[in-house]
């Protein structure tokens, strides 16, 4: 064993050799030495480690000296630079948290944000007031507890109840009011907005005043970094306490500075103060609902206020620095302005929403740069969390969401990408976006990479990444139609009937489209993972007929009967496209779409076989399937995909996006029956022959995604109906080896979209100074929620002209669990709600549903 240092079970260390053990070896060590309240520390010790109290007073004593000698020794009077030893107090962190914490990691040299759960582990060793629990007094004859004292100790606890509910952190004091910058989260309630804001929160590293009272540190409503640069902002729409049936729902105007918020209810008692007051009181509403009245929770509420002249001087800069006052003159409150005593305060409801759009003009208008970040998520998804937490009356959630949907269109429509006000307001920096959407989706699928990104788009300098933990999985099972709500199943059957009348009739005979003058397109874009986007992306760069399309698609071969020149001469059918199957075209070649798929044509078979990866897609006229031997090819079409396409079997110079075809079909690139398409360097395929072209992602629950795969191509890895005993071990084995494989190609799939999104995505490591993004990553959920105001975002980053929109029909909504207690209370889009939207966006004509459905086959049976 000579190597090793070999160490008895129980043993101290001499701090002060330990320290100049390791200064020998070159090594700069420092110590931190942890103190805690010696009767605390003694007692959790004697309770867990040491049962024998007169040993364990003697190793406490012993571990005293030995940290005293080293502070002696080794203490910053006696060192050059960073001192080797640093005395830490437990209590002292447990009372000022970051604050302590953040000098500790200045002393040591330490960058980072990180902050931790404070869980205060001598709370549960402190009782009250007793002179019983001192040692020594435990030995004096004749002593007991005064009981007088006991009980006056209890009464100033009782009238004292509120500063022992609030449980208060220390606000570190501001020195403005006002910070440079402001982020605000929103979203509908139970949309991910908590998660978002408390991410970006800790991004800043962030010192949350208002922290939540859960187990987790979470924003409730404003976080603060420590140089005071930045803000984040939280704000669900609507926010604050239950809902109520039949109460009207105000929208203020802007969320002002925590300092210089206060609740109409009672503004003397400061915001997180008369938050937490509020709840306790309905929780206690809710556990004696018989009993008349409000409960009295504090028996005299001033005592949860500031002192006067503290307050008086909090007005005063809420006045000067924020311009809230009653005298308006050319400014406003952002919600009602206090008057009298509370001049200077702004006056909140207790259940609001913020208008989004004169939020932005509020903080614009007084010099802080300002963006909004709205989280998207899933509308059946994100209706049933709010009906399980934040109001439990059905009606209230959907006009509620309604109301917050409109909030959030106008402002994305406002200052959005594509914005109508960008620029116009001073400080309100010209072409500089102020709405943001984020995914939350997207987030639980892409995680860090999608998170860095709004990072760099909000231009915050962090490598913090919290646990992703999907909140959509719990709510997720198999396609059922069950799950639908009936206006959801009468929707889809009155489109599925305009499609049907729309439909053209099938011509007598083929007249394939003029030939094309060059191959490759000026602009591509290629949606993966969606032919409900590529399609509707064609109908609107005019590449697909929004009524469908007959087309001629080659038949698969049969070798048993007939002979070749037969099989040749039947080689091709006439079949209905109703949505773009692989790639569609205009007519003058400008824009070109793609569809793919991550993988293209897959289908388990029960191995373990993943499809391989192919370095691009490439254009329709030289894509060959490898499988189909047989071909009659047009010499002039190989011709020009060698010469201008530059596929070629002996071209050095160039790749030709798969296997390269040889002898008499040289110019084509055979594709497998099933393959990955590796974005990356499918970009890079295209741009290196200078076509413009732009990737879209579509993202959309994994969860969902996953069911689907199963459903639509790997039924054997879906639960079997048969019962356990009656499953043999080959179907077992079976079944394992299928779900194995639809985990696998989902991993490649992701790895895929992932290394794209960061090369090419916005600030992508690959894209230079100037150059315009290659990947932009589209939420599903995102566009069945905003429509309209959403597509037209994207059109205006692909660079499309067009106002057309299609019938958004919701796929998610058959995986999402529903019972029939509550099918028809968690309805989001009623009858009434579709009419309304038509009213709104009367360029939707019935024609122009067909592009946008693209519902698989197996969706009719079910």
């Not at 894509?623 to 010499?635: H, L, T």
Request: hydrophobic content about 30%; some cysteine.
């Amino acid at each position: 064993y000579n190597g090793y240092a070999l160490y008895p079970n129980r043993f101290f260390v001499n701090i002060t050799s330990h320290i100049e053990w390791y200064k020998s070896r070159g090594v700069e060590i420092t110590v931190l030495l942890s103190m805690r309240d010696r009767s605390i520390s003694e007692k959790s010790k004697f309770s867990n480690r040491c049962l024998v109290p007169a040993m364990a007073e003697a190793e406490a004593d012993l571990s005293l000296s030995l940290m005293k000698e080293a502070m002696v020794k080794f203490d910053a009077r006696s060192t050059k630079g960073r001192p080797h030893v640093i005395p830490v107090s437990y209590e002292g962190l447990m009372e000022f948290k970051e604050v302590y914490l953040f000098d500790i990691y200045k002393q040591l040299g330490i960058n980072s944000s990180h902050v931790p759960l404070f869980e205060d582990g001598n709370e549960k060793h402190v009782k009250g007031v007793n002179a019983s629990h001192h040692r020594w007094l435990d030995k004096r004859p004749g002593w007991r507890n005064d009981k007088r004292e006991a009980r006056s100790n209890t009464e100033n606890t009782r009238l004292d109840r509120c500063h022992r509910l609030l449980q208060e952190t220390p606000r570190k004091p501001k020195t403005t009011l006002l910070p440079k910058k402001v982020i605000t989260v929103f979203g509908t309630e139970s949309s991910g907005t908590t998660f978002l804001s408390t991410t970006l929160g800790e991004a800043i590293g962030g010192i949350f005043d208002d922290i939540a009272q859960t187990k987790e540190r979470t924003i409730s409503r404003q976080a603060t970094s420590l140089n005071e640069e930045w803000e984040i902002q939280h704000l669900s729409l609507p926010w604050g306490w239950e809902c109520e049936e039949g109460k009207e729902i105000n929208i203020v105007e802007a969320l002002v500075p925590e300092e210089c918020f206060r609740y109409e209810r009672n503004p003397s008692i400061e915001s997180r103060s008369a938050a937490r007051m509020f709840v306790a009181e309905s929780y206690t509403q809710r556990r004696h609902p018989n009993k008349p009245g409000k409960p009295k929770l504090v028996e005299d509420p001033t005592r949860c206020a500031m002192k006067p002249e503290e307050e008086e001087k909090l007005m005063s800069k809420c006045r000067e620095e924020v311009h809230i006052s009653e005298e308006k003159g050319n400014w406003t409150c952002g919600a009602m302005c206090g008057e009298g005593k509370y001049n200077g305060f702004a006056l909140y409801p207790q259940r609001f929403s913020v208008n989004i759009t004169s939020h932005i003009e509020w903080y614009l208008s007084r010099g802080v740069d300002i963006k909004v970040v709205v989280s998207l998520r899933d509308k059946t998804i994100s209706s049933k969390s709010k009906l399980d937490g934040h109001c439990h009356n059905a009606d209230v959630v959907t006009s509620e969401n309604e109301m917050a949907l409109s909030i959030i269109t106008e402002a994305m429509e406002k200052y959005g990408r594509r914005g109508s006000k960008l620029g116009s307001l001073p400080g309100g920096e010209s072409g500089k976006e102020r709405v943001i959407a984020v995914s939350y989706e997207g987030m639980m699928e892409m995680q860090e990479v999608y998170l860095y990104k709004l990072y760099d788009q909000l231009g915050i300098n962090s490598n913090y990444v919290p646990s992703f933990d999907d909140g959509n999985e719990k709510y997720v099972t198999y396609a059922n139609a069950a799950n639908l709500v009936k206006h959801e199943i009468k929707h889809q059957q009155r489109v599925k009937k305009i499609l049907l009348d729309a439909r053209p009739p099938k011509p007598k005979e083929y007249h394939p489209p003029p030939s094309k003058d060059s191959f490759l397109p000026k602009k591509l874009i290629t949606v993966v993972g969606s032919s409900f986007l590529s399609t509707t992306l064609a109908v609107a760069a005019g590449a697909f007929p929004s009524e469908g399309r007959w087309i001629e698609r080659a038949k698969s071969p049969s070798f048993d009967t007939g002979s070749v020149d037969e099989q040749l001469k039947d080689a091709h059918e006439l079949v209905f496209e109703d949505s773009v199957r692989r790639a569609a075209a205009a007519v003058n070649n400008d824009w070109q779409i793609q569809h793919l798929s991550l993988p293209m044509g897959w289908k388990c078979n029960g191995t373990d076989h993943i499809p391989d990866v192919v370095e691009a897609l490439v254009p329709e006229e030289c894509y060959r399937d490898a499988s189909f031997e047989i071909s009659s090819e047009d010499p002039k079409v190989l011709e020009q995909c060698r010469t201008e396409v530059l596929i070629a079997e002996n071209n050095a110079s160039w790749t030709c996006g798969s296997k390269c075809g040889k002898g008499q079909i040289s110019g084509s690139a055979l594709y497998p029956n099933s393959y990955f398409v590796n974005i990356t360097s499918h970009i890079e395929w295209y741009l290196s022959r200078g076509v413009d072209i732009t990737v879209v992602l579509l993202m959309r629950d994994r969860s969902i995604s996953m069911k689907e795969m199963h459903n639509a191509d790997c039924p054997m890895a879906m639960p079997t109906k048969k019962l356990k005993h009656s499953i043999t071990e080959t179907e077992l084995k079976i079944k394992s080896t299928a779900r194995a494989s639809v985990k696998q190609v989902n991993q490649t799939a992701l790895a895929i979209k992932k290394e794209a999104y960061e090369k090419y995505g916005k600030h992508g490591s690959m894209l230079k100074s100037g150059d315009k993004e290659r990947v932009i990553a589209v939420s599903y959920e995102g566009l069945l929620e905003l429509e309209g105001v959403y597509l037209f975002d994207l059109y205006h980053q692909l660079g499309i002209s067009s106002t057309y929109i299609p019938a958004f029909i919701d796929d998610n909504a058959q995986y999402i669990k529903s019972d029939s207690t509550d099918r028809k209370d968690t309805s989001m889009g009623h009858e009434k709600g579709h009419q309304r939207k038509k009213h709104r966006q009367p360029h939707r004509n019935p024609g122009s549903v067909l592009a946008a459905l693209a519902l698989p086959s197996n969706q009719n049976e079910n």
